[in-house]
């Protein structure tokens, strides 16, 4: 808004006083608190420097425990149990734990089992939840909030609701006839009516005369009921994008599953149907509840408990199945196989020669596949096999491919033969199988036919994905795009049945070749046309799993949770091979190994060697009874054997297996365990003397090698003899002499060894850094490494060889194993190894080798990392599985997992003694480059420290804390410099963290074996501190990992050290203090550098680092952490000088700043209970100086309460933290602040989360804690009152309200004084002294030119910043927001209201339409947008089209702006993306947002009454009362709902009454204003808001009476305010209206005290006056929608106020307004005129003044019906009669405005000729007033006017309106019965026109049937025309009027 459109409060100040002037001056004279603040001294300190906080420790000890009462106790410290070691049992799947049982183990087997076994350690912040962070306030937590909320009543949503439309026909109004001749023909019938009316309810006691102390009393009590605690809850939620503080707690490490799918074999039978040739398997299947697809009518069978048989129906011999997973595209088997047999009893018996009691576990007919990466090329495969029999596959094929049903009777006989033949076959040959036929399935298409059902589930639902939802997807969700989409977690189960299986042919049962089959399959080729099908039907059942399944095996036969009966049939978890890698850590014990035979070659073995079977065993030693039972059973058949075999194919010497056998390895494998083969030759004929099996072959494979397991494929060669003993130590390969080998010793047998072992790594650099730890940490030497034999003085170059070798390791074994290898390195680094009695310093090769550990699994996991960055494996074992090596935590007997008792770090019975360890104890002899002399530990780490250059001059070490310093702890000697850095890193282990357990107080020569344990934490910080270059970057690439690995460590410490009670400053020592001061520069340092090189990570590292610091809040001393805040920020100010771009800097810092303040005693911190100290600096602030004597206080300020408003040194030294943001949030609204939008954005949307996070902390909920919480905040208010000129004006626009303007803005140049300020030099003449020259007169004006210039706040953050400010003035406590406005500078006070009325304007309600108008138009556009997509695509429409169509768009909004970017229009935010809203989210917001806009202006409200309070007593309260009572105007103005309006009427009750002064002396405007608010809420159609206002009107006019025994004011202005409501407002209610002047009769009848004066008769005079007002409403609205018609019911009722001028100019001004409506301009002007005559006559009668006209005789020459205005004569007024004439027009400049409009309307409507005449009377007055500038004007409109006149000798005519005389004739029109009228019409109007227009407009009001038209013009005869109708003289039914030419 321009300058001149603003107006402040201070402009109505006049009475100012000679003491305020002298104030003023002195004020002055010190210059202005509004300059800068970037650089100003009046706060003290700059801003832009950060102010040394206090030492927070040695505030807290000054301070008694119980200084605060009650509940503020708990502001005062960090609350006792703040931290606390919680053990959280680790989740465990199955109801066993699966370990293997105790026994002897070796260590890496021991420590995986612990790892695997023991539970979770969290050290806990018991209130950390608490906290922005991890309680965030969403979208959703808002709705939850605001459950419960009282929907307020509003009456624009009631008129809405209950007005009847202005086209109702059944309004018997819009059938009445014409009025009166006047309007106050009579009035009995209306005072006959009013009489009658039923009153509103009355107010109880209003008639009562109460003290005004008692009267503001109960309105406060009043106002206090039903408000709602927490405002915040009614606005919305915080924007997420900015909460950089949010965390979440990791998700604890768990089994990594895929998408897992049920299958159930349900059936199994033989279909003999004609072989017919096929190109795939068809399947017939069908989804639940649907119908068939695919051939054939299918039963849907569900899951069943009762056993399923499976009988072919030529039922010949039983028949085994095997299910498994396979990836074509990845060539790659991924799942284990599944054994299922669902044979009938019958065909089971045949086998119980061979067979054992079944294994319950054996028996499961359902299996769960998991599927990490989904694919479209999965299948699964179905393979059948048989017991072994004589012949070929094919030859046992035969019958079920011959045989058919119908032939059953005549085929009796050989099927007799075939039972007969198989039965011998199960008895001689049950245990060994044969192939027999395969298929499969193609898991795509079942999951795309059977459909998805979750995904296509209510698209509505779908939400926008909140902060937590922003995760990256993990490996299992990462598929490839295209047509691997695929997913198997949704779709509807569906039950298939497979009629065709494919013969197993002998040659091709390879893996190979089966792919290729599969691959067939999707394309079908030649192929499969040549495979004979074998017909059979197999019912399967796939679903996707159920989350918890019951009845479940675990891979290894573990019961999985909940197994509710361990006798019911299982269903077995399928083990996953997964396709691709899968980056998981192991969470559970599994030690699983798979043997793959793939074939065999015995071509060259002579003998019977055809029927050739495989058998493997596995062996712990050489003797046969040493097979252990560790082979998984398939099917009906026992747990575990200790042998299986592989299925034989007939006749085959060089067969290929598909075989898979299962193996559970022991838990310690040894050198003698081996897997033994046994090949077999198998007769299947019988025949005397030949035994069933023949051994011919055997070879071997030692499972462990050099301490590793042996997996992968092997080329094995077979002996034809039997192994020698000792065999087993060797390999194969090895040609044992005197022993026979198949083919020369080639490798005839080929099979694989795959290991799916959560112990064995598998990777050669993991295995050798777990065999070297382990050695170490066993002390067994000599130890053989492969082929070298490792002693003590050679292990420790190999140990460090493999830490730097770990970089090598394979990402997946790595990540899996990422657990133990953190764990060893942290053991390494804490507790290094003792070599040949030598400490081994291993802590910096350990560093380095955990900081690329940490960067390849983050690598490896770099898609599942979260917002932030961070990876969640490491998070996760960062948060549960790290703990202090050493340290086990014991909780007592039965206690839940809460604060553990602490255990000792020694095996002795006490805790060590610290002790320096001697130098040759502590470093490694091996290490060459420590060939130096001992020094002491603290030298040493001095010389580090300094070598590497660490910029220390920002540190904490210049502060208090310094060494030295008043507020030194423990710190050691200055640090020395000029050591060589290559000697110091090494040093590090000599420092003072390391403890000797096991000693007492005996010297460290006299310990046999002692073990040093360090401290983790302190290692950590030096080792990063001292790194180098690269091992440096790769740290602070995961800076935040290190940074919580250190906070866990000193939180371990502390709780199993029992240092909780310690105080802070001795927690840690001094160097380890130094370390982070190092670190935390260091890291800061990398921030500032690399923000415009790396964005990315300067964004991660410095949230890292905020973070780091608000953990160390909670642990070390406060005040230090305090100084490591202030040493980064002054960092940053460092390089913001030079920065090419500072708001990245900024941003940063912003963040930063939020982080901190997010934690979770951040009230705490900020020492909201110590009272400030005056400012500290010698010299007191501009403030202070020009506040010392206040404009409403007697005494001198407060220097303590001005420091608490302000940003002073004394409250961001106290409140340090709620300083830093405040500070950046001052810097932030600076004008000339670098990328100011995006700062102002940052910084308020953080101040909004901390205030929405106070109201939702059930901590703070008691009032008297939240006030003390809002101290924090106060300087906001003197935040928001400076940068008032730059927030968005929410008042702008069309409206009847003005928009009061900031005061900043009448600092205009060349304008010196300021409403109630004083001019400069007469300032200084009253005060006595000079003015220095320049200055300015006020201390509220600044440099004007700069507030100006910066760039505005936009509506959202100018809306957030209010409502924060609301916040505070709603929490802080009243008495000191009392004593605060009492010390403000009259301007600073008119800003303060300046800033309340913007509040109003920012909150007030738009109503339900509003809501559902916006909905619409967005709806409307999403759907357009659509549209012209499509055009675009389809090219329909060009874009030039486009460019064209875009630029003529006009937006419902305003200032043409497209809807799409009008976010900052806060009030219509919309609270999700969807545009298409329900009705009942609709009808939500609508109900938040009157609550908010209620609860918003009732804040305003109770700050008014403040300060009301505030200057009641003073001298000069004139100057500030009337400002206030324009915000409670503006207010009462505004869309309020009842329940404020209830208040704000109270108010302004109480208001009147204390000060009827402000109403009712010299201003009128006030009074005006307050009466039409009044009449209007009058009319309200809420009762309540009747009752109140009339209740206010009523008191109103007693006030003026009980003044001077009469209240002509307030009756004129009623009058007034009524006549222009009824002129102006289209919905006004005249009936409730009438109702509340009922009730104001009723007050003035009951009113006692006032019974014998003349007030009752006065006030009835009046009610029935405004009575007949309404009357004419009445006839008014009837004539709405005929302009004609209702511009000469105004006229007569202008014309009948001839007796009050004020009610006459009134309806003048009202008529010029509907004539300039209907573009009739000269009749407007013609209005003003006679205004004009109107106050040119009661000027006339004041005084004699020759520059004005002389009455209205002087405007005759431009009307002579202006004599009309001379009836108002001193005979019939009193120009001194109080009440009349006393409107702002009846003034010179009234005047003036006046003739301005009617000249205006004359030029618009081409009367040229009387523009010259108005302007005749106009000159004079300008010239008397010497207003050049207006004169200037008028004589170049002049100019115009005249040259427009001489244009009409060149050709050109004006052409003026056309003119019609209309008669009509008939009853229907009552009064006007046989009247007649001049019509205008604009120029070139047509008979035909007029006649069709009113035509139409009478037939739609009277109908056609009853209007006619008379054709003709002659005289109309009456007696020859229905009376009952309407006539004209036109001749035909076509307008009830008659058109004449005139």
């Not at 001795?1066 to 260091?1082: C, K, M, N, Y």
């Not at 900043?1304 to 300021?1314: A, V």
């Not at 509506?1355 to 927001?1377: D, F, G, I, Q």
Request: glycine residues 6%; hydrophobic residues 40%; proline residues 7%.
């Amino acid at each position: 808004m321009a300058v001149a459109e603003r107006r402040a409060f201070a402009h109505k100040i006049n009475r100012t006083v000679a003491a305020e002037v002298r104030k003023q001056v002195s004020r002055e004279r010190s210059g202005s608190p509004h300059s800068s603040r970037r650089c100003s001294s009046s706060l003290g300190v700059p801003l832009t420097e950060v102010i040394e906080p206090l030492d927070f420790e040695d505030v807290l000890l000054s301070r008694p425990p119980d200084a605060e009462p009650g509940p503020l106790r708990d502001l005062v410290e960090f609350p006792a149990d703040d931290l606390e070691l919680l053990l959280q049992p680790r989740e465990c799947r199955t109801t066993e734990p699966g370990i293997p049982e105790d026994g002897k183990l070796d260590a890496q087997v021991r420590a995986a089992l612990e790892m695997y076994t023991e539970d979770w350690i969290i050290a806990h912040r018991r209130y950390q939840h608490l906290s922005a962070a991890y309680s965030p306030i969403t979208l959703e937590t808002q709705r939850e909030r605001q459950k419960g909320l009282t929907r307020q009543v509003f009456e624009q949503d009631a008129s809405g609701d209950e007005r009847s439309s202005p086209d109702d026909s059944d309004d018997p109004r819009h059938s009445s006839g014409s009025p009166d001749d006047t309007p106050r023909s009579s009035g009995a019938s209306g005072i006959f009516d009013l009489r009658n009316l039923a009153a509103d309810s009355l107010l109880p006691s209003l008639l009562e005369r109460v003290a005004p102390e008692d009267v503001d009393r109960r309105n406060e009590a009043l106002r206090r009921q039903h408000r709602s605690r927490a405002l915040l809850t009614l606005y919305p939620a915080p924007d997420e994008d900015e909460a950089v503080e949010r965390c979440s707690r990791p998700e604890p490490p768990r089994e990594h599953f895929g998408q897992r799918i049920l299958v159930k074999c349900l059936s199994l039978n033989g279909k003999q149907m004609p072989p017919a040739p096929t190109k795939a398997p068809r399947l017939g299947w069908t989804s639940r509840g649907s119908g068939v697809y695919g051939g054939g009518s299918v039963k849907v069978i569900l899951c069943q408990r009762t056993p399923v048989y499976c009988r072919f129906e030529i039922e010949i011999e039983p028949i085994f199945g095997i299910l498994a997973l396979y990836d074509v595209r990845e060539k790659k088997k991924i799942s284990e196989n599944f054994y299922f047999d669902l044979n009938s009893d019958s065909m089971k018996g045949l086998l119980r020669a061979h067979g054992t009691h079944p294994a319950i576990s054996t028996l499961a007919r359902s299996a769960i596949f998991s599927v990490t990466y989904p694919s479209p090329d999965i299948f699964l495969v179905i393979k059948l096999e048989k017991v072994l029999q004589q012949g070929d596959i094919s030859e046992c094929c035969e019958p079920y491919m011959v045989m058919k049903e119908v032939d059953t009777a005549k085929n009796k006989e050989k099927l007799e033969k075939l039972r007969l033949a198989a039965e011998q076959f199960c008895t001689r040959l049950g245990r060994y199988r044969m192939p027999f036929a395969w298929t499969a399935v193609h898991l795509a298409n079942i999951v795309s036919s059977a459909g998805q059902s979750d995904r296509d589930s209510d698209s509505e639902g779908e939400r926008r994905p909140t902060w937590t939802d922003r995760r990256r997807r993990g490996p299992q969700d990462r598929t490839s795009s295209g047509d691997d989409a695929c997913s198997f977690s949704g779709f509807r189960p569906a039950t298939l049945t497979v009629t065709n299986f494919f013969k197993q042919e002998a040659e091709r049962l390879s893996d190979e070749d089966l792919f290729k089959f599969l691959a067939d399959m999707r394309r079908p080729t030649s192929l499969l046309r040549r495979l004979r099908p074998v017909t059979a039907q197999l019912k399967i059942d796939i679903s996707p799993a159920p989350e918890n399944p019951h009845f479940c095996l675990s891979p290894e036969l573990l019961h999985v949770k909940p197994y509710p009966d361990p006798r019911g049939r299982p269903t077995k978890e399928i083990l996953e091979f997964p396709a691709r890698e899968v980056y998981a850590p192991h969470t559970s014990y599994r030690n699983l190994l798979y043997v793959y035979p793939h074939s065999l070659n015995f071509s060259s073995r002579q003998g019977s060697v055809r029927n050739l079977t495989v058998r493997v065993q596995y062996m712990a030693g050489e003797d046969p009874s040493q097979a252990l039972p560790v082979i998984f059973g398939k099917s009906s058949c026992s747990e575990f054997t200790r042998e299986a075999f592989t299925p034989v194919v007939y006749h085959n010497k060089s067969p290929e297996f598909y075989e898979e056998f299962k193996l559970r390895l022991p838990a310690c494998v040894t050198e003698n365990h081996h897997l033994l083969f046994t090949f077999y030759h198998v007769s299947c004929q019988p025949r005397p003397g030949t035994a069933l099996e023949t051994p011919v072959g055997f070879t071997w494979i030692p499972l462990l090698q050099h301490g590793r397991l042996r997996t992968g494929p092997f080329c094995l060669p077979v002996s034809v003899d039997q192994p020698p003993p000792s065999y087993s130590v060797l390999t194969p390969d090895v040609a044992l002499p005197g022993m026979r080998w198949v083919d020369g010793h080639k490798g005839v047998f080929s099979v694989e060894l795959t290991a799916v072992s959560s112990v064995h790594p598998q990777d050669p650099y993991l295995d050798k850094f777990f065999t070297l730890v382990h050695v170490l940490e066993e002390g067994a030497f000599p130890f053989r490494l492969k082929d070298a034999v490792l002693s003590e003085s050679t292990v420790e170059q190999e140990l460090r060889a493999s830490l730097v070798a770990l970089r090598l390791a394979s990402p997946e074994p790595l990540v899996a194993f990422s657990h133990h290898v953190l764990d060893k390195l942290v053991r390494l680094v804490v507790r290094p190894p003792i070599i040949g009695g030598q400490i081994v310093n291993l802590g910096r090769v350990a560093f380095e080798a955990m900081a690329h550990v940490v960067s390849l699994v983050h690598r490896s996991l770099e898609a599942a990392q979260d917002a932030r960055g961070h990876c969640p494996l490491l998070a996760a074992y960062v948060y549960y599985a790290f703990r202090l090596p050493g340290t086990e935590p014991s909780l007592p007997g039965g206690a839940p997992p809460v604060t553990l008792q602490p255990a000792t770090l020694a095996h002795g019975p006490g805790r060590p003694a610290s002790l320096y360890l001697a130098r040759s104890k502590s470093i490694s002899s091996s290490n060459p480059d420590l060939a130096v002399a001992p020094g002491s530990v603290d030298d040493e780490v001095s010389r580090i420290l300094a070598s590497k250059g660490i910029d220390r001059s920002h540190s904490w070490v210049n502060s208090a804390y310094a060494p030295g310093g008043s507020k030194a702890v423990l710190r050691r000697a200055p640090p020395y410099c000029g050591a060589d850095p290559r000697q110091a890193i090494d040093r590090s282990s000599s420092r003072t963290s390391s403890y000797l357990e096991g000693s007492s107080s005996t010297p460290p020569a006299t310990q046999p074996r002692p073990t040093v344990q360090k401290l983790l934490h302190e290692e950590l910080a030096l080792q990063w501190v001292v790194s180098g270059s690269a091992v440096r970057e790769a740290v602070l690439q995961h800076a935040w990992f290190f940074f919580q690995l250190m906070v866990k460590s000193m939180a371990l410490h502390l709780l199993l050290g029992q240092k909780l009670d310690t105080p802070r400053k001795l927690r840690f020592p001094g160097r380890f203090l130094d370390d982070i001061a190092a670190l935390v520069g260091s890291v800061g340092l990398e921030v500032i550098t690399r923000v415009h090189k790396d964005v990315e990570l300067a964004e991660h590292l410095n949230a890292s680092l905020a973070f780091f610091l608000s953990d160390l809040l909670s642990l070390v001393d406060r005040g230090f952490v305090f100084s490591l805040v202030r040493a980064h920020y002054k960092q940053v100010a460092t390089r913001l000088q030079s920065a090419p771009n500072p708001a990245v800097l900024l941003t940063l810092r912003m963040d930063f700043t939020r982080i901190l303040c997010g934690h979770e005693h951040y009230v705490t911190l900020n020492l909201p209970c110590c009272p400030l100290s005056p400012p500290a600096s010698p010299s007191p602030s501009v403030s202070s100086t020009t506040s010392q004597s206040s404009t409403f206080s007697s005494q001198a300020p407060d220097p303590k309460v001005i420091s608490m408003f302000e940003l002073s040194g004394s409250f961001r030294q106290q409140h340090f933290l709620a300083g830093l943001l405040l500070t950046e949030l001052a810097l932030a609204l600076e004008p000339e602040a670098e990328g100011a939008s995006l700062l102002h954005k940052k910084a308020i949307s953080a101040v909004h989360s901390l205030l929405c996070g106070h109201d939702a902390d059930p901590r703070y909920a008691e009032a008297t804690v939240k006030a003390r919480v809002a101290e924090l905040y106060l300087p906001l208010l003197s935040l928001a009152r400076d940068t008032l000129p730059r927030l968005h004006d929410f008042a702008e626009g069309p409206g009847q309200r003005s928009r009061l303007a900031s005061m900043l803005d009448s600092d205009t140049e060349g304008e010196g004084d300021m409403g109630g300020t004083i001019n400069p030099s007469v300032a200084m003449a009253i005060a006595g002294g000079p003015l220095a020259p320049g200055s300015r007169a006020s201390i509220s004006q600044g440099p004007a030119t700069a507030a100006r210039s910066g760039c505005a706040l936009s509506a959202e953050s100018s809306r957030t910043l209010l409502v924060c400010v609301l916040w505070v003035l709603k929490n802080a406590e009243p008495a000191l927001l009392q004593r605060w406005a009492a010390d403000l500078a009259l301007p600073q006070l008119g800003r303060l209201l300046d800033l309340l009325y913007l509040c109003l304007a920012a909150f007030e309600y738009k109503g339900k339409k509003a809501f559902e108008r916006i909905n619409s138009l967005t709806f409307k556009k999403s759907l357009d947008m659509k549209a012209r997509l499509e055009e675009a695509i389809l090219g329909t429409i060009g874009a030039r089209q486009e460019m064209v169509r875009r630029s003529r768009e006009r937006s419902p909004f305003g200032n043409q702006e497209n809807v799409r970017w009008r976010k900052s229009v806060t009030h219509w935010r919309q609270t999700s993306d969807r545009v298409d809203k329900t009705k009942d989210e609709m009808e939500h917001e609508a109900l938040v947002d009157g609550n908010l806009a209620t609860e918003a202006s009732l804040v305003v409200l109770d700050t008014l009454e403040i300060i009301v309070q505030t200057v009641m007593l003073s001298e000069a309260r004139e100057s500030i009362l009337g400002a206030v009572l324009k915000v409670v105007l503006y207010s009462l103005g505004s869309a309020q709902s009842a329940l404020f309006l209830q208040h704000g009427l109270a108010t302004q009750r109480a208001l009147v009454s204390k000060f009827p002064e402000l109403l009712f002396e010299e201003d009128t405007e006030l009074c005006a204003d307050l009466c039409l608010r009044l009449l209007r809420h009058c009319g309200s159609r809420i009762s309540a808001i009747r009752t109140h206002a009339s209740a206010s009107l009523y008191l109103l006019m007693r006030q003026n009476f009980e003044i001077g025994n009469n209240f002509a004011r307030v009756k004129m202005q009623v009058t007034m305010s009524l006549s222009s409501l009824v002129g102006t407002t289209q919905n006004f209610s005249e009936e409730h209206l009438r109702r509340s002047l009922k009730t104001i009769l009723t007050y003035a009848e009951e009113d006692v005290g006032l019974r014998d004066s003349t007030f009752a008769e006065q006030v009835q005079d009046l009610m029935f006056n405004l009575h007949m007002i309404l009357t004419d409403t009445v006839k008014m609205k009837e004539h709405q929608e005929d302009p004609e018609m209702l511009i000469d019911l105004m006229y007569r009722i202008a014309r009948g106020y001839q007796g009050s001028p004020d009610l006459r100019l009134t309806w003048l001004q009202n008529m010029a307004g509907k004539h300039a409506e209907l573009g009739n301009h000269a009749e407007a002007a013609q209005c003003m005129v006679h205004a004009a005559a109107l106050v040119a006559e009661y000027l006339a009668l004041l005084e004699d003044s020759r520059h004005l006209p002389v009455g209205c005789v002087s405007f005759q020459n431009i009307s002579s019906n202006v004599l009309e205005e001379s009836a108002i004569s001193d005979d019939i007024l009193s120009p001194d009669e109080e009440g009349f004439c006393s409107g702002k027009h009846f003034t010179e400049l009234g005047l003036v405005g006046l003739l301005e409009q009617a000249a205006a309307y004359f030029t618009m409507g081409g009367l040229y000729e009387a523009v010259n005449e108005v302007y005749k009377t106009l000159i004079p007055i300008l010239e008397a007033h010497r207003d050049y500038k207006k004169l200037a004007a008028v004589h170049g409109k002049l100019q115009e006017a005249f040259t427009k006149i001489m244009h009409q000798s060149s050709g050109w005519e004006r052409v003026f309106g056309t003119y019609f005389r209309v008669g009509f004739y008939g009853a229907r029109f009552g009064d006007l019965d046989e009247q007649e009228f001049v019509y205008k019409e604009p120029s070139i109007t047509k008979l035909a026109e007029i006649s069709h227009r009113l035509e139409e407009f009478y037939t739609e009001r009277f109908g056609e049937d009853v209007v006619q038209i008379i054709k003709d013009s002659n005289p109309v005869d009456k007696t020859k025309l229905d009376p009952q109708k309407g006539w004209g003289p036109c001749g035909r039914p076509a307008s009830p009027r008659c058109v004449y030419w005139g």
